[in-house]
């Protein structure tokens, strides 16, 4: 398994932006495609975009669609959130994920988790 570390969650007013980052353990990153998650309180932890193995197809929730990018850095083992126009429903800890086979949005299908980042949008 891949070990992940999340960074870059904090507090930011609405509208404004954030970049998530998740370092990975190893050498078979490049293996692995990723996920990001987000969780708020009370709730189910949902998909929020993944990424193909080189990065050529991207995936999002269409919460999230127009506004967060997800990509990945292979040389750097490095998968990255650029979260903006940020919103108070996007209140959440933020999780990074990995699994090796295709995209899925189901997180109990990811093998590798993060122990998350908060991030807190104030309204």
């Known amino acids: 398994q891949v070990q992940l570390v999340e960074s870059g969650g904090g507090l930011v007013q609405a509208g404004g932006s954030l970049r998530l980052s998740c370092a990975a353990s190893?050498?078979?990153?490049?293996?692995?495609?990723m996920g990001w998650f987000r969780q708020a309180p009370g709730k189910e932890r949902e998909f929020v975009a993944a990424?193909?193995?080189?990065?050529?197809?991207?995936y999002y929730a269409d919460s999230v669609k127009g506004r967060f990018t997800i990509s990945r850095d292979n040389a750097k083992n490095t998968v990255y959130l650029q979260m903006n126009s940020l919103e108070p429903e996007d209140t959440a800890v933020y999780y990074c994920?990995?699994?090796?086979?295709?995209?899925?949005?189901?997180?109990?299908?990811?093998?590798?988790w993060g122990q998350g980042t908060q991030v807190t949008v104030s309204s």
């Open positions: 994920a990995a699994r090796l086979g295709a995209v899925v949005r189901t997180p109990g299908l990811f093998g590798s």
């Open positions: 190893g050498r078979t990153f490049s293996s692995y495609t």
């Open positions: 990424i193909t193995r080189i990065g050529s197809n991207t």
